[in-house]
């Protein structure tokens, strides 16, 4: 992966399930043409373990990832911002060289109740539902767009 190669940043409120989902499905969908990174605006401080399981389930680790928050990203050139939560596209800021602003919102698998199988299975169509989604905007910024 080229250090020249355009950063996505992915942002939710917790940083904790679904901008990792969408970190880990991107960044193994999209070859190396994009940088991939998430952050959140109230990180949790923990990435979800139900997430890096469901991310296993599919071959992508997500387990060394952790949760940051996006003042990290402040100083650096950020060219697309994607929200993945409603808090987190209100509160986003505008990031230096920042060209593309994207919002997909999806479901917060953390809020999941019930047994261990119930929330898995949460956990599961959320990251379908993600997976849908960047696997073809992957596909789009392989073809050249943005």
């Given at each position: 992966?080229?250090?020249?190669?355009?950063?996505?940043?992915?942002?939710?409120?917790?940083?904790?399930?679904?901008?990792?989902?969408?970190?880990?499905?991107?960044?193994?969908?999209?070859?190396?043409?994009v940088r991939v990174a998430s952050a959140g605006s109230?990180?949790?401080?923990?990435?979800?373990?139900?997430?890096?399981a469901a991310m296993q389930e599919i071959g992508i680790?997500?387990?060394?990832?952790?949760?940051?928050?996006?003042?990290?990203?402040?100083?650096?050139?950020?060219?697309?911002?994607?929200?993945?939560?409603?808090?987190?596209?209100?509160?986003?800021?505008?990031f230096p060289g920042q060209v593309n602003r994207h919002?997909?919102?999806?479901?917060?698998?953390?809020?999941?109740?019930?047994?261990?199988?119930?929330?898995?299975?949460?956990?599961?169509?959320?990251?379908?539902?993600?997976?849908?989604?960047?696997?073809?905007?992957?596909?789009?910024?392989?073809?050249?767009?943005?």
């Amino acid at each position: 992966m080229s250090d020249q190669a355009p950063l996505v940043l992915i942002l939710c409120t917790g940083n904790s399930c679904r901008s990792h989902l969408a970190e880990g499905i991107l960044r193994a969908a999209a070859d190396g043409v994009v940088r991939v990174a998430s952050a959140g605006s109230k990180p949790a401080g923990y990435v979800h373990p139900l997430a890096v399981a469901a991310m296993q389930e599919i071959g992508i680790d997500i387990s060394a990832h952790h949760s940051k928050h996006l003042d990290e990203f402040l100083s650096q050139d950020v060219e697309t911002v994607i929200t993945v939560c409603g808090n987190a596209d209100q509160v986003c800021p505008m990031f230096p060289g920042q060209v593309n602003r994207h919002h997909w919102g999806f479901d917060d698998p953390a809020h999941a109740e019930g047994s261990d199988e119930e929330k898995m299975a949460v956990f599961r169509r959320v990251r379908d539902e993600i997976r849908r989604v960047f696997e073809a905007y992957a596909a789009g910024r392989k073809d050249g767009k943005r």
